[in-house]
């Protein structure tokens, strides 16, 4: 039966390949789409691991309405949040100041895209680990020493192969010791979390933003179930230092990666769901592609179709020959399919890194299956019920 | 008429009609009554018999023998054979018919296209589920019988006229049915190819199958131990030559023939 089967697609092997590369387009976009649509929210969530789900950031808000200029965060606050004894929720405070300059190495320049200056624990609560070298220390706060942990990009513009550790690199006229580089995080969205060079807080103010206010404060919940208790205690707490009395005139801002992320995550959900849609489609209409082809199939061999049931073909291998190749074509269609999702989904589609669901493989496969044989089913069941007569005359 | 066997083929009150209203036209009606209404053809063929039909072209020939052969149905009337009504019959019980029972040989051959002569009579044994050797075997027997073993590979559009209505006649009876039903099997054949196929025939109902031929050629009609004559869908003339238990009276004819 395969073998009639085989032989009655080889007839027409032009249409057969149309037809089957509506089945194959089908199940490649679904495999591919999907995986695409799953390919970035993979992106999310690990932005999100990688940022810390215990982090808040504090802001400056600038009260909208008020006469008086907001109070803008400063290292006190800083330290009323890190010292408040009540307050067990916060693990650890970093003030960050960020600014922007140009590196000297030798004669190589480069401009980073940040200069952070903030507090060791700013590295535990950013998800920031080095590769080599150490990070700077709370003694080296408080002596503002001037050294620096780089980011790997920034790393790489200034030393190329050369091991930064222990060189001396020059910001805005400042002579910075390098003493260690971040293990690369790779991008997750528009901006590089790589192309960084964070050094003492107190080192920054001084030769660059002076003493004045800070522009984040980032906190650190003492767990991941704790970032709710510690957005009220630090808000609390601030309005105590920033004297207002009513929360709804807070003139700071506690955002929470976490809930941020979550709902770039429900986004890229919709996305891919949407995405889904389309591919479904696609697969709707090769299936349609094939009930097409196999209906002008029967049609053209509807004398055939008598002459084999004058000679006492049963219904039932009439059916068969006629649903084994609308399945064949369907099944080697969607065959082709799964290889060119699965080929295709190893090439980045704009920015996005394509993650191959195994279940949209099996199910594409098993839907454009079904489909091929429920829409080869109705021509197949034409051609059988066929009188002999009526086929045999058909012009 | 002997009484010993009831006959294979039992037709009583068949018409066939094509079309509605004024444009109907009765392509099987038999004789009519008074008031014009037609009564239907009966015709009763005993087993082991050879009938010729003869009658002009349009006269209802092929839409008896479609009737016959099971495929097609009547538009009134009730076809009996072997005792049991085919309008009784369901599809897979008529497929299991056409296989087993009847070869049937088309005036317009009918042979599938794309298809090599050998596998076209193998198709009938495929559908009997008679396994691939065998199947082989007995197809390349059948070829032999109407002389175009050698052509056996060979597709329809590779063969002539006449070789293609031979590779239709070895199909017919490679399954060696109780029943050939043939549509002038001699239609396109000259008188060396005629004779030949007429003395397969002649052969198959020496050993007791059932032959019914439509023909316009009186020497073809000379093989047959009964001539039926139809005009304008209704018997007109129905005459015996021969015994039906007898052998067919071809070696006579054919002298006759030739003289
Ligand atoms: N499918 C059909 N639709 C309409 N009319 C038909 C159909 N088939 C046959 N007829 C008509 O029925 C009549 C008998 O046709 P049939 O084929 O039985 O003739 P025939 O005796 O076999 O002729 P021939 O010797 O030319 O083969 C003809 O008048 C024909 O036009
Ligand atoms: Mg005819």
Do not use: W
Not at chain 1, 323 to 329: N, R, Y
Not at chain 1, 370 to 388: E, H, K, M
Not at chain 2, 95 to 123: D, M
């Amino acid at each position: 039966m395969l073998r009639f089967a085989v032989a009655g697609l080889a007839a027409n092997k032009v249409r057969s390949a149309l037809t089957m590369l509506g089945v194959l387009i089908g199940v490649a976009s679904v495999i591919l789409l999907l995986a695409v649509g799953n390919g970035s929210s993979v992106a999310v969530k690990e932005s999100i691991t990688s940022l810390g789900t215990n982090s808040l950031t504090v802001s400056s808000a600038a009260s909208r309405g008020s006469a008086t200029a907001a109070k803008k965060l400063t290292v006190e606050d800083a330290k009323a949040l890190a010292s408040a004894t009540d307050a067990p929720s916060i693990k650890s405070v970093a003030p960050v100041v960020t600014t922007s300059g140009t590196a000297l190495y030798g004669n190589v320049s480069y401009q980073p895209g940040q200069i952070v200056g903030t507090y060791p624990a700013y590295f535990e609560t950013s998800n920031l680990k080095v590769d080599r070298g150490d990070y700077f220390s709370a003694d080296d706060v408080l002596n503002s020493r001037k050294v620096a942990v780089l980011g790997s990009t920034t790393a790489r513009e200034l030393f190329a192969a050369e091991d930064p550790v222990g060189k001396k690199i020059t910001i805005g006229g400042t002579p910075f010791t390098v003493v260690g580089v971040l293990r690369t995080k790779g991008s997750t969205g528009f901006n590089d979390p790589d192309d960084v060079v964070i050094a003492p807080l107190p080192t920054v103010q001084n030769a660059f933003t002076g003493f004045g206010s800070v522009n984040q404060i980032l906190v650190q919940a003492s767990s991941a179930d704790a970032t709710t208790e510690a957005q009220s205690d630090i808000t609390r707490i601030l309005m105590g230092t920033h004297a207002v009395k009513d929360a709804a005139k807070a003139d700071f801002r506690i955002s929470n990666q976490t809930s941020l992320l979550s709902a770039r995550e429900s986004t890229t959900k919709t996305f891919t769901v949407l995405l889904g849609a389309v591919a479904a489609i696609s697969l709707l209409v090769g299936g349609i592609g094939i009930t097409n082809i196999m209906l002008v199939t029967v049609t053209e061999r509807t004398k055939e179709i008598g002459i084999r049931k004058a000679l006492g073909a049963p219904r039932a291998v009439i059916l068969g020959q006629f649903l084994a190749e609308s399945t064949l074509l369907s099944v080697i269609g969607a065959g082709l399919g799964v290889l060119a999702g699965v080929v295709g989904s190893h090439f980045s589609v704009v920015g996005i890194e394509p993650v191959v669901i195994p279940e949209s493989v099996l199910g594409a496969f098993g839907i454009a299956v079904a489909i091929g044989l429920f829409f080869g089913s109705y021509p197949a069941n034409r051609a059988a019920s066929l009188r002999p007569i009526d086929a045999l005359r058909h012009e | 008429m002997r009484t010993a066997k009831p006959p294979v083929i039992q037709i009583r009150r068949v018409t066939k009609s094509y079309g509605h209203g004024d444009a109907v036209v009765h392509a099987l009606r038999g004789p009519l009554t008074g008031g014009g209404e037609p009564l239907g053809v009966d015709l009763d063929i005993a087993e082991g018999d050879y009938v010729a039909v003869m009658g002009s072209s349009g006269s209802g020939k092929s839409t008896l023998m479609n009737i016959l052969g099971c495929l097609d149905v009547p538009t009134s009337g009730r076809y009996l054979l072997d005792g049991t009504d085919v309008g009784h019959l369901d599809e897979g019980q008529l497929a299991l018919v056409r296989n087993r029972k009847i070869g049937f040989v088309f005036q317009s051959f009918n042979l599938v296209p794309r298809t090599t002569a050998l596998a076209q009579v193998e198709l009938p044994l495929a559908y009997a589920g008679v396994r691939a050797a065998e199947r082989r075997r007995r197809a390349m027997a059948a070829l032999g019988l109407v002389g175009l073993a050698d052509r056996a590979g060979h597709k329809p559009n590779q063969l002539s006229g006449g070789q293609q209505q031979r590779v239709a006649v070895a199909r017919a009876l490679v399954t060696a049915p109780a029943m050939l039903l043939a549509d002038e099997p001699t239609g396109n054949l000259d008188s060396r190819s005629t004779g030949e196929v007429l003395g397969i025939i002649d052969g198959l109902n020496a050993r007791g199958r059932t032959v019914v031929v439509i023909t316009h050629e009186d020497e073809v009609a000379l093989h047959a131990k009964r001539v039926v004559r139809l005009v304008d869908g209704a018997i007109v003339s129905d005459v015996r030559q021969a015994p039906v238990d007898g052998p067919p009276p071809a070696p006579a004819a054919a002298a006759g023939v030739v003289a």
